[in-house]
């Protein structure tokens, strides 16, 4: 089975604070992925990875960074987090370019005061 | 741009009452269409991927059947333990292929 792990399930942090969300997949999926998840909102890609040290631009990556430099790890950097980037975030990873099966980790509670 | 309206937003059953949930969308070329099922706190759980009009997907007491303009997520006889929200997403061709657009999601609770 694939595994998306999330290195914290519930994150505390205050304005002006950098924050750092990793994701580690055990599976060799060449995508990683990075959403926030907001009520009546839905799942909003923030950035995507298909390969080491490449990143794109999802719909939302303003305020975010990203950083991959292993295959198996992805990380979610706010370089000053706001109140407003309190979301639940959630990793996933997919196997080659064109599967759109994405597999996601337990999400991480992040609340910014 | 791809989007996906689901409906209802919320849907609430009786023990082995069957229904449906509805997913509609738009996509300039669909390479796929997936659901989720998303239980709470936790992240969504990969259950079907359909890829052309007339496909259908069985698995326990879900089937998933897709037409060229929606999908339906026909639950049958549903227990308790169905109750989850289901999370329907399209895959374009467009945007490099690798982005999912998600709906809201049908919040499901099924009761005693």
């Known amino acids: 089975d694939v595994k998306v792990t999330q290195s914290s399930r519930y994150l505390v942090k205050r304005t002006g604070e950098k924050v750092f969300l990793e994701c580690v997949q055990d599976m060799d999926h060449e995508n990683m992925f990075w959403y926030r998840q907001d009520p009546g909102l839905g799942l909003r890609l923030i950035y995507f990875s298909y390969d080491v040290k490449m990143k794109e631009k999802g719909d939302i990556p303003e305020g975010y960074s990203v950083s991959r430099e292993k295959k198996e790890r992805f990380s979610l950097i706010l370089e000053s987090a706001s109140t407003n980037q309190t979301s639940m975030y959630l990793c996933?990873?997919?196997?080659?370019?064109?599967?759109?099966?994405?597999?996601f980790g337990p999400g991480t509670r992040l609340t910014v005061l | 741009e791809d989007q996906v309206t689901q409906s209802p937003e919320a849907l609430r059953l009786q023990e082995g009452e069957s229904s449906s949930l509805n997913c509609s969308y738009t996509v300039s070329g669909l390479r796929g269409l997936f659901w989720y099922r998303q239980d709470p706190g936790k992240g969504p759980e990969f259950l079907f991927t359909?890829?052309?009009a007339g496909e259908e997907k069985e698995k326990e007491r879900l089937k998933a059947t897709l037409t060229k303009k929606e999908s339906f997520l026909h639950i049958t006889a549903p227990k308790p333990e169905d109750s989850a929200t289901y999370l329907c997403a399209v895959q374009g061709t467009t945007g490099g292929g690798n982005k999912l657009t998600f709906g809201t999601g049908t919040q499901l609770k099924v009761e005693l």
């Open positions: 359909l890829y052309s």
């Open positions: 996933a990873s997919s196997y080659f370019v064109a599967s759109g099966t994405q597999y």
